[in-house]
């Protein structure tokens, strides 16, 4: 008991006692949070009467709790995509919706809505199958485009995800004009970023996907950690950049490609949600990438709550909630790190 | 007769389509021998260090190390006996100094295993070495350039290394840091049998404890020789360019200025 106050509470350098400490204290505030947002909702959920009231038990189990898992899910992969993609490109103001990745993402899933979603090609639904091609190719052109050489330009690739961003945009607009008025109305609903309408068949589509997208990361935690000092050493260390610079570039585009199809391009999860971490808990990656995952999920969790509830019966979009939020977080860290390095 | 640790085999290298930046360079690293490469700016000497490091792979020729071709060498494996110290980095994130020099045991470890004590004390070792145990625990991106530097030696270190290989490393040095940082080559050279390639500007500083010195011109490995037959008016006339290069020797040491 001692011991784990100390571990809990005390002051510690060892990384395995911190590692420690950040995943126990995330677990519990993501444990909380779940709790709370399936209970709160235009139907406060009393959990004495869940399992006598038949009415109570489906607006849990078959409602509720879908959609907060799936928020759990998207907000953990947006997370750590995130931390990761800061890592890889050195730019602390990386995030998948800001460098275009979910713009190309929803690209790819716009036009498998507007050629006939319910397709599956040995298991895999065409939608992520499309969404995943948008965003490989919105990764590697906002790469290849920063790319200078040794560096990684930092300017330049924020701006390279502008553009994207803004042609991945007009193309989903263009695509809604020419798909036929059901499908472009299935598509306008999920470009905001909306977690409505979702069953277990989806949760299980996504869990296949995204778990072992989450676990290729964490395993990558230590190639990452050498990476986010400098790319040069980290070769000298034992990394193969190339190697590790494609897979993550691979798993990334996975990840936001079925969190963009299943439910649109939420924005700023991925640059809120490491910063976070790395206030609380340090710089290192192998910390930064696991918090991430367990704090991007309660955050979404609770923003969807908020997306949910605030406007009475009319529902927000989630990713107007984390756009809100994010936004000037965004521009207060332009601004900081503006001081330090010209961009 | 010693070994080489590290050898430069017919080595070529370009940034395609600009004109080659070496050509057909041989050099050999014996083990234990602390050697200074010396040579004008744009020379090439960056290049070859980091062709010597693994960092870049040449476009001919090969780099050897311990008789094997470095490219066919597992990455982690020559990380344990290689160690670079690059010219420059840019600090982006806060990471604690001794974080960074905690990356030097990355090598040693299995995957998925975190550092233990003796990494730790490995690392506050190789940071008093270069005489900054005192920035330990300050984020490096509140640094000065050249405490930066140091920091980048003690991870350097922090690898323990067979063959130690610096690109400018007193480039952002104080005088006192300079002739410190110089001191532990020198020291780490004899304590530990440490072999060192450090590519400099500061000909005052390479004195008698030197084994050799290479100078690059255009790409060439011109000169390959003891300090002494190195550092004198006419061939250093010939590494830079000059002819207004006079030299003299004092104390072992070689004084160099300008006419």
């Known amino acids: 008991m001692v011991r784990l106050a100390e571990v809990l509470l005390g002051r510690t350098k060892s990384l395995g006692v911190r590692l420690l400490r950040a995943l126990v204290i995330l677990t519990l505030i993501l444990v909380a949070v779940t709790i709370g947002s399936a209970c709160i909702g235009t139907e406060t959920i009393n959990f004495s009467t869940v399992f006598s009231d038949p009415t ?4 849990l189990f078959d409602l509720r709790l879908p959609r907060v898992i799936m928020a759990a899910m998207v907000g953990a992969s947006l997370a750590v ?13 990386a995030d998948p919706f800001i460098l275009g990745v979910s713009g190309g993402g929803a ?6 809505i507007a050629f006939g979603i319910d397709r599956i090609f040995g298991g895999i639904p065409f939608l992520f199958l499309s969404a995943f091609l948008g965003a490989l190719f919105a990764v590697f052109l906002v790469y290849q485009i920063a790319r200078s050489g040794r560096t990684i330009l930092p300017g330049a690739l924020l701006l390279a995800g502008v553009a994207v961003n803004l042609i991945a945009s007009s193309a989903v607009i263009t695509i809604q004009f020419l798909a036929d008025p059901n499908r472009a109305h299935q598509i306008l609903r999920w470009t905001t970023g909306s977690l409505d309408v979702v069953g277990f068949t989806t949760i299980r589509h996504m869990t296949l996907f995204l778990v072992p997208s989450w676990v ?3 395993m990558m935690a230590e190639k990452l950690h050498l990476l986010a000092i400098d790319e040069d050493t980290a070769t000298t260390l034992g990394v193969n950049v190339k190697r590790s610079e494609l897979l993550i570039h691979l798993v990334c585009s996975l990840l936001v490609a079925v969190t963009v199809a299943v439910g649109g391009a939420v924005g700023f999860v991925g640059l809120i949600v490491p910063h976070a971490i790395r206030l609380l808990f340090g710089e290192d990656l192998r910390i930064v990438l696991p918090g991430s995952l367990l704090l991007g999920a309660s955050f979404l969790v609770a923003a969807d709550t908020v997306a949910r509830t605030a406007l009475g019966s009319t529902e927000l979009p989630v990713g107007a909630v984390t756009a809100l939020l994010g936004g000037p977080v965004f521009l207060f860290l332009l601004r900081r790190r503006q001081r330090y390095s010209a961009l | 007769m010693m070994l080489p640790i590290l050898e430069a085999r017919h080595l070529g290298f370009a940034y395609a389509p600009r004109p080659p930046i070496l050509t057909d360079l041989s050099l050999s690293l014996d083990s234990g021998a602390l050697c200074a490469l010396i040579g004008s700016n744009g020379s090439g000497k960056s290049t070859l260090i980091r ?8 476009v001919s020729g090969k780099v050897l190390l311990h008789g094997h071709s470095l490219a066919k060498t597992p990455r982690q494996k020559a990380a344990r006996s290689l160690a670079y110290v690059p010219q420059s980095w840019t600090m982006v994130f806060p990471f604690t100094a001794l974080e960074v020099v905690l990356t030097g045991r990355s090598p040693h470890r299995s995957p998925f295993r975190l550092e233990n004590e003796n990494d730790r004390a490995v690392a506050m070792e190789a940071l008093s070495l270069v005489e900054a145990s005192h920035l330990a625990e300050r984020p490096v991106t509140a640094l000065s350039t050249g405490e930066q530097q140091l920091v980048s030696v003690a991870r350097a270190l922090a690898q323990q290394p067979e063959c130690l290989l610096l690109d400018e490393p007193s480039a952002s040095l ?12 020198v020291r780490l050279r004899s304590t530990l049998g440490l072999s060192i390639c450090v590519v400099t500007h500061d000909l005052h500083l390479i004195d008698s404890a030197f084994d050799r010195v290479l100078a690059l011109h255009n790409g060439q490995l011109i000169v390959d020789d003891r300090p002494e037959r190195v550092l004198n008016d006419s061939t250093l006339a010939e590494v830079y360019g000059d002819e207004s290069i006079r030299t003299r020797s004092f104390e072992g040491r070689t004084l160099v200025w300008c006419d």
Do not use: C, E, K, Y
């Not at chain 1, 109570?56 to 607006?59: D, G, K, R, V």
């Not at chain 1, 995509?81 to 103001?93: E, I, Y």
């Not at chain 2, 062709?51 to 040449?58: E, K, N, T």
């Open chain 1, 56 to 59: 109570m038990h489906t607006l």
């Open chain 1, 81 to 93: 995509v995130g931390a990761a993609l800061q890592a890889l490109f050195r730019n602390p103001l």
């Open chain 1, 107 to 112: 690209v790819g899933a716009s036009m498998a």
């Open chain 1, 216 to 218: 290729v990361l964490l």
């Open chain 2, 51 to 58: 062709l010597l490091a693994g960092v870049l792979m040449p």
């Open chain 2, 174 to 185: 104080d005088l006192r840091h300079r002739i410190a940082l110089m001191r532990t080559l």
